[in-house]
């Protein structure tokens, strides 16, 4: 049936087939399939990070070789040596513990192993080939064809490996052994649970490759990286970063308006780095209302000839406190954020394809959302992509380690991983602040001057890495005096209780700042003047009629036995705080449910509890 149909396709048709081959996509034909099918077969196919795309690359997602290891014996029995014959698959890019993945193992399990085949032609074995894993949690030894190709650990960010001495053409072969520790607190790990059943504020666990893996096809020196500094007035800088560089190179900025160049400028690198700077005149800026977007062409030449070639896109916009006020393109916004753990019960941190992304943020905006605080993990980039095109703020976040004594070895974890995860996010407009620690976690005795430095330290530390936007050191409560917003979290069960506790609320620096169950400062540190933002607040609790809960179901302040009891205390705090101006924004908890925890304004399938338009007459109260 397959042959039949790829039969009747044009010629042009034809080339696309060949195009999907590139990719690691099977012929129609040749598998005795048709193109629908094939694609079907492979989840997630788009190219993993939109902001640094090669027309040449191969996705590795879909089925691979899988089995758990728990005698610790595969690289004393030499796995990784040569094609196993193991009896179960797992599907990429799915972590074993979801339905997805195929294998929906839930209960604890330290270490699996991958392995699959992939086939290489003989023009990519004239490049370099790089092996790009999209995040492993939490440690990946990879071996290509039975040698070791490297070693990551970190569960939150990306790696790549160049793989290219490695290769063969023809067949090849992939093998990673993947380390999870389930109960290592050290090692951050947001809302992962580290007991066998999910409890309260956490949620199962995430092990193995749980975000895209895919080869690129590169120049023998090539485009590593770029770190982009845009404006809204025009002025762009690109810090482009150059991998194997050898002999003379110049690279090539060009910035595109729907195609047609517009501003385009070549620098003489020097070492691993180039600096290109160039100008637009009168640029579309990056809004909310209008989330203009440029293309970018990056070119690395060596002696005048073109070796290596990237495709990004970017945004001018300008983010800034000033006055007491949250400033987007020098005009004042209220933060309207809801909470949002990047979570589906199908596929947990995984999003389960780029639709379910695209989804999540058009429910948020259904609301009368402008943002989400994507809460206690590094969300896939291609939200953050699409976030982009559709005009919608992000805070970016760590996940953070807890409980845990605050030692050097969980530090050390903790740092590495966030400088990573900033590299990573820094160029999309639409993220515009940085939340390194959440609620103390891994800082839990705030009473210790090391501790209280430690959060300054980051602060500063993210600082140092990205000037142009606001950071919260400690979100929530226990804040030192190094940060740019004073957030806040309260789950008030109504509005006269929050009207009561924060009507007399000052910018004054010094002000006294009411407590929730956690003082507000830590010890010995003075509020120091910045804006106020409830960055947690609502939490309400209600269950749709045939919805099926967990029995250890909660929410904050209870459960609403109504719909219409739930709205009437989700508009009484609505009420409150537009009666509120000390706070230049909010973020309410949460937009879905997730698992035993039930205070979202959709259930876990997403499905609204309440009208979107009426929670968003809610949001256009607060201006």
């Not at 030894?141 to 053409?169: C, I, M, Y």
């Not at 893996?213 to 970063?241: C, K, P, T």
Request: charged share 25%; with cysteine; glycine share 8%.
């Amino acid at each position: 049936m397959g042959c039949s149909i790829a039969r009747r396709l044009s010629a042009r048709r034809l080339n696309a087939l060949h195009s999907f081959a590139l990719r690691g996509i099977s012929l129609a034909c040749l598998a005795g399939l048709c193109l629908v099918t094939a694609l079907a077969q492979i989840p997630r196919p788009e190219f993993p990070q939109p902001q640094w795309e090669r027309s040449e690359w191969m996705t590795l997602n879909g089925a691979w070789q899988f089995r758990f290891d728990t005698e610790d014996e595969g690289i004393r029995a030499g796995w990784f040596r040569e094609a196993q014959n193991w009896p179960q698959s797992i599907t990429v890019p799915f972590a074993w513990e979801t339905k997805l993945s195929g294998v929906g193992v839930t209960e604890f399990r330290e270490r699996a192993w991958y392995q699959r085949r992939f086939e290489i032609s003989s023009a990519w074995l004239q490049k370099r080939v790089l092996l790009r894993f999209g995040a492993v949690d939490y440690r990946a030894h990879v071996w290509v064809n039975g040698t070791l190709a490297g070693f990551h650990e970190g569960g939150q960010v990306p790696f790549s490996l160049d793989v290219t001495k490695l290769l063969r053409q023809g067949a090849n072969l992939v093998t990673v052994r993947v380390e999870d520790p389930p109960q290592d607190r050290a090692i951050p790990r947001g809302k992962q649970y580290w007991e066998p059943q999910s409890r309260g504020i956490f949620y199962t666990r995430t092990s193995g490759i749980w975000q895209p893996v895919w080869l690129e096809s590169v120049g023998q020196s090539y485009l590593d990286s770029a770190r982009f500094d845009f404006n809204h007035e025009g002025r762009a800088s690109f810090d482009i970063r150059i991998g194997e560089p050898a002999g003379e190179l110049e690279a090539e900025a060009v910035v595109l308006w729907e195609g047609k160049p517009v501003a385009r400028s070549r620098a003489t690198a020097v070492g691993e780095k180039a600096i290109v700077s160039l100008a637009v005149e009168n640029p579309r800026v990056w809004s909310l209302t209008s989330p203009n977007l440029y293309d970018v062409e990056f070119t690395l030449f060596r002696d005048g000839q073109p070796i290596d070639k990237v495709k990004s896109y970017a945004g001018f916009r300008t983010v800034e406190i000033r006055n007491g006020e949250f400033l987007l393109n020098n005009r004042r916004v209220y933060l309207k954020f809801v909470l949002d753990q990047g979570y589906w019960p199908e596929s947990t941190v995984t999003p389960p394809s780029d639709q379910a992304m695209i989804r999540d943020i058009e429910l948020s905006q259904q609301m009368g959302f402008n943002g989400a605080r994507k809460h206690q993990k590094v969300e896939d980039p291609r939200y953050l992509y699409w976030a982009d095109k559709m005009g919608f703020l992000v805070s970016g976040e760590m996940a953070n380690t807890f409980p845990i004594r605050y030692d050097e070895r969980s530090i050390r974890l903790f740092t590495r991983e966030w400088m990573e995860a900033v590299e990573r996010d820094i160029n999309h407009p639409s993220l515009v602040m940085w939340v390194p620690l959440n609620e103390s976690w891994g800082v839990p005795d705030v009473s210790d001057a090391r501790q209280r430095d430690y959060i300054r330290s980051l602060y500063y530390l993210t600082k140092s890495l990205d000037g142009t936007r606001p950071v919260i050191g400690n979100d929530g409560w226990e804040q030192v005096d190094t940060t740019d917003l004073m957030s806040l979290h309260d789950y008030a069960r109504d509005g006269e209780l929050l009207t009561r506790k924060y009507r007399s609320l000052s910018n004054v620096p010094g002000t006294v700042i009411p407590s929730n169950g956690r003082p507000a400062l830590a010890p010995q540190v003075v509020y120091n003047g910045t804006p106020y933002f409830l960055s947690e607040f609502g939490g309400i609790a209600t269950i749709l009629e045939g919805q099926q809960t967990a029995d250890n179901a909660w929410g904050y302040a209870g459960v609403e036995k109504t719909q219409e009891s739930a709205m009437a205390r989700l508009r009484s705090l609505y009420e409150a705080l537009s009666d509120l101006p000390q706070f230049i924004g909010i973020c309410y908890t949460q937009i879905t449910d997730v698992e035993q925890e039930i205070n979202g304004l959709y259930t876990a399938d997403r499905k609204p509890k309440f009208p979107p338009e009426e929670v968003k007459k809610l949001n256009d109260m607060l201006r």
